[in-house]
């Protein structure tokens, strides 16, 4: 389960971050997850909950973002939403040829003081 | 504080920041490493009991006498596999994870300060057997090389996307129990090359040696890039 050292990850980066902008207090972080990260959302959730105690973040709301998958087709340069990574183009059945997004998976901003 | 009424109103700070970013720095400061010392490192990955250290023990064996081989062992428990590597005749150091299921960029980085890896020499990483975390943790290496055994069902590129999608080579082991399982190679190719259209495949038998020299002049002909490179 690579969920928990990710959420890991996220509290020392924003330890890090409160300690150089001299932060005091989170209340808010954003944070965005693709569908097709492979992070899975619900569970980096439960496990950032489970340890974010006396921490930094352990007042905080924690708003997760999801991001669709969407790829282009290599044949046809359709743009069409991807469930997965093996998600066809349903114009014409071929592989995409680019991922457009969905594999996003990082902080996006903080309310605090 | 809010101007109308005095009350208060936390600042806003974007951030846009790669949670994967701090993996990421350190893997290029271990690829910059590798590079600066002409070392041809390999990220090898699969589910526990493919064969990645059978395969491994048989590869010192073939190229131990012209290359220099070095080893980094990842498991949660035990140095079994490290002991092995050294009696087949490489240098090896073992990494244990504990609940961690997955080997990254900091780990092998501290690894490398404890073992003198020569220069010109290949370094192959044996990441924890696993189909699903390690996928997103680049460690620094040339190549991510996937095993597979035929043991484990045709059906895996869409199982595991992930790990198929982050791989260059493929090594589909265990062929010499082909006739006693239901594993179609051509069906496993296909639905690998819709997760990943690059991906190279090599069926290899450690226990028999079937396929070793094909696997090993795939290094060879990366060292001799390698070489002419820098």
Same mark, same amino acid.
């Given at each position: 389960?690579?969920?928990?050292?990710?959420?890991?990850?996220?509290?020392?980066?924003?330890?890090?971050?409160?300690?150089?902008?001299?932060? #005091?207090?989170?209340?808010?972080?954003?944070?965005?997850?693709?569908?097709?990260?492979?992070?899975?959302?619900?569970?980096?959730?439960?496990?950032?909950?489970?340890?974010?105690? #006396?921490?930094?973040?352990?007042?905080?709301?924690?708003?997760?973002?999801?991001?669709?998958? #969407?790829?282009?087709?290599?044949?046809?340069?359709?743009?069409?939403?991807?469930?997965?990574?093996?998600?066809?183009?349903?114009?014409?059945?071929?592989?995409?040829?680019?991922?457009?997004?969905? #594999?996003?998976?990082?902080?996006?901003?903080?309310?605090?003081? | 504080?809010?101007?109308?009424?005095?009350?208060?109103?936390?600042?806003?700070?974007?951030?846009?920041?790669?949670?994967?970013?701090?993996?990421?720095?350190?893997?290029?400061?271990?690829?910059?490493?590798?590079?600066?010392?002409?070392?041809?490192?390999?990220?090898?990955?699969?589910?526990?009991?493919?064969?990645?250290?059978?395969?491994?023990?048989?590869?010192?064996?073939?190229?131990?006498?012209?290359?220099?081989?070095?080893?980094?062992?990842?498991?949660?428990?035990?140095?079994?596999?490290?002991?092995?590597?050294?009696?087949?005749?490489?240098?090896?150091?073992?990494?244990?994870?504990?609940?961690?299921?997955?080997?990254?960029?900091?780990?092998?980085?501290?690894?490398?300060?404890?073992?003198?890896?020569?220069?010109?020499?290949?370094?192959?990483?044996?990441?924890?057997?696993?189909?699903?975390?390690?996928?997103?943790?680049?460690?620094?290496?040339?190549?991510?090389?996937?095993?597979?055994?035929?043991?484990?069902?045709?059906?895996?590129?869409?199982?595991?996307?992930?790990?198929?999608?982050?791989?260059?080579?493929?090594?589909?082991?265990?062929?010499?129990?082909?006739?006693?399982? @239901?594993?179609?190679? @051509?069906?496993?190719? @296909?639905?690998?090359?819709?997760?990943?259209?690059?991906?190279?495949?090599?069926?290899?038998?450690?226990?028999?040696?079937?396929?070793? @020299?094909?696997?090993?002049?795939?290094?060879?002909?990366?060292?001799?890039?390698?070489?002419?490179?820098?």
């Amino acid at each position: 389960m690579h969920e928990l050292s990710l959420a890991w990850d996220v509290i020392e980066m924003i330890s890090h971050e409160a300690e150089e902008r001299r932060l #005091k207090a989170i209340y808010e972080i954003r944070i965005e997850i693709g569908l097709i990260s492979g992070v899975e959302a619900d569970t980096f959730s439960s496990v950032l909950d489970m340890i974010r105690g #006396k921490t930094i973040l352990e007042q905080a709301r924690i708003d997760i973002i999801r991001t669709p998958g #969407k790829g282009r087709c290599s044949t046809c340069n359709l743009e069409f939403l991807m469930q997965d990574l093996f998600t066809l183009c349903p114009r014409c059945g071929s592989i995409p040829s680019s991922i457009l997004s969905g #594999k996003e998976f990082r902080v996006l901003s903080l309310q605090a003081d | 504080m809010c101007e109308t009424c005095g009350c208060h109103q936390p600042r806003e700070i974007e951030l846009n920041r790669d949670i994967l970013s701090e993996n990421n720095r350190i893997a290029e400061h271990n690829r910059g490493f590798f590079k600066e010392k002409k070392i041809l490192c390999f990220n090898m990955v699969s589910s526990p009991g493919s064969g990645k250290t059978t395969l491994l023990e048989k590869t010192i064996t073939a190229m131990n006498h012209d290359e220099k081989l070095f080893v980094i062992e990842g498991d949660q428990q035990t140095t079994m596999d490290a002991d092995r590597i050294e009696k087949a005749g490489a240098p090896a150091i073992q990494i244990n994870t504990g609940s961690g299921c997955h080997l990254d960029a900091h780990m092998i980085h501290e690894a490398l300060e404890k073992m003198e890896v020569k220069d010109h020499s290949i370094l192959f990483i044996e990441n924890v057997g696993n189909l699903v975390c390690p996928a997103l943790f680049d460690l620094g290496e040339k190549k991510r090389v996937l095993m597979i055994s035929v043991t484990e069902g045709d059906d895996k590129p869409l199982k595991y996307p992930y790990m198929f999608s982050s791989s260059h080579l493929c090594l589909i082991n265990k062929i010499d129990l082909l006739p006693y399982v @239901e594993f179609d190679i @051509e069906k496993f190719k @296909e639905y690998a090359l819709i997760v990943n259209p690059d991906l190279k495949f090599i069926p290899v038998s450690a226990k028999t040696g079937d396929g070793l @020299e094909k696997w090993t002049n795939f290094i060879y002909d990366l060292r001799s890039t390698i070489s002419s490179d820098l």
